[in-house]
């Protein structure tokens, strides 16, 4: 199994930055994927952006340009660096990851950003 404990949501003016961060313990070896998803109020939940054992990376096409998501294999730890924040960024961010040899998502409990003047 895997634990994932984020930190690092909050309130920023339109244009802010933040940084997300998600750390793993447990079976950490067995990760090959980690990444961010959002829900915003009455909208679904939505992949924002996703890495993968080799360092390959994908961002949904509306941060695209702006946020950057960086792991560090030493912490454990995954990153969403949050730029040119925009108001329809305001949302919970969940932290998942996904293990070899199981089927299983594993999540963090979920940080709220919010992103008003």
């Known amino acids: 199994q895997v634990q994932l404990v984020e930190s690092g949501g909050g309130l920023v003016q339109p244009g802010g930055s933040l940084r997300l961060s998600c750390a793993a313990s447990g079976s950490i070896f067995r990760i090959y994927a980690m990444g961010w998803y959002r829900q915003a109020p009455g909208k679904q939940r939505e992949l924002v952006a996703a890495w993968t054992n080799g360092g390959r990376t994908n961002y949904v096409d509306s941060v695209k340009g702006r946020f950057t998501i960086s792991r560090d294999n030493a912490k454990s730890t995954v990153y969403l660096q949050m730029n040119s924040l925009k108001p329809e960024g305001t949302a919970v961010y969940y932290c998942?990851?996904?293990?070899?040899?199981?089927?299983?998502?594993?999540w963090g409990q979920g940080t709220q950003v919010t992103v008003s003047s």
């Open positions: 998942y990851s996904l293990i070899t040899g199981g089927g299983t998502t594993y």
